[in-house]
DNA sequence: TACCAGGCTCCTT
DNA sequence: AAGGAGCATGGT
């Protein structure tokens, strides 16, 4: 797979480790759709990319060639990280079903907002809700929304973020936006060692010990977590034989996997999910 | 009708 | 530190 640049546009070749439809079905993000067979619209923050895919290449048309080179992870080689999985671990069918996977490097505080209103929830309903949060509060761009600020969802009527169909999550969007408009930092996190990041995230309303390690994983690129919600813990159950708490069970999962623990994490959170996706 | 979904907060031990 | 009740909403 070779990475080229054309005019607004950024171009796989032999794309063998860029899955359009694995990327956006992985559980990662939430603001996309499709527009044609072979093309998709994503959003991420107030930008947009299109992605289509031809024969033996996949083009990403944007005007922000830098930001979706580094979201879409363009510089990390997955053939490596694959072969160590399966040398080590032994999960080719689990690595080789999503091969076309990547972690995403999305828009830290649309992250957080995201995964805030993903606890207890399904992912056909967390888009609706965020689809729903985009259109009443967000910037009006060039035929899309962008992702609110936390100012914009910090000054907003409450009752407008109640209003998006969000449950008993509505309060902890509002709560967390007014905290990060307040001025609670999120940039000193990328130097935080993951324990201190964790900690420091969990203080903010509606993010526990999962989403916080969502966050870390999907916003900050942090891969010495490993995020356990009901489908990682069948994963659990099938190899360990017990269900154990969430918190024993990520401790397990990190220690197995080590430094590649968020992408062996996303590879079978995929395979887990097949008959979804 | 119940149970489930990328869990969290808050209250008890 | 660890465990459990309650929680909004919509899909199956």
């Avoid at 990682?232 to 990190?254: F, H």
């Amino acid at each position: 797979m070779n990475i080229s640049k054309d005019t607004n546009k950024i171009i796989i070749n032999n794309p063998t480790h860029f899955d359009i439809m694995q990327i956006l079905k992985s559980g990662q993000v939430f603001r996309y759709s499709q527009l044609q067979d072979n093309s998709y619209q994503l959003i991420s923050s107030d930008k947009k990319c299109l992605l289509r895919k031809y024969q033996d290449r996949i083009e990403i048309i944007t005007e922000h060639f830098d930001y979706f080179y580094d979201y879409f992870d363009l510089s990390t080689d997955y053939t490596k990280i694959i072969d160590t999985l399966n040398s080590q671990y032994g999960i080719s069918s689990v690595t080789e079903y999503g091969r076309g996977i990547r972690i995403l490097k999305q828009d830290i505080f649309e992250t957080i907002i995201s995964f805030i209103i993903s606890a207890n929830n399904n992912i056909p309903r967390i888009k609706g809700i965020i689809d729903r949060l985009c259109n009443a509060l967000g910037k009006d761009c060039d035929n899309y929304k962008a992702f609110p600020t936390a100012e914009q969802i910090a000054l907003a009527n409450y009752d407008i973020i109640d209003n998006i169909g969000a449950g008993y999550r509505a309060r902890y969007i509002y709560d967390t936006a007014n905290m990060i408009y307040q001025g609670y930092e999120l940039d000193s996190i990328k130097t935080m060692d993951t324990s201190k990041a964790r900690k420091y995230l969990t203080a903010l309303s509606g993010v526990g010990p999962k989403v916080a390690d969502c966050i870390l994983l999907f916003a900050y690129h942090k891969m010495d977590v490993f995020p356990v919600d009901t489908w990682i813990a069948k994963v659990y159950l099938d190899e360990c034989g017990v269900c154990d708490s969430n918190k024993k069970m990520s401790n397990y999962l990190t220690h197995k996997y080590k430094n590649l623990s968020g992408y062996a994490q996303q590879y079978l959170f995929y395979y887990k999910r097949k008959s979804h996706n």
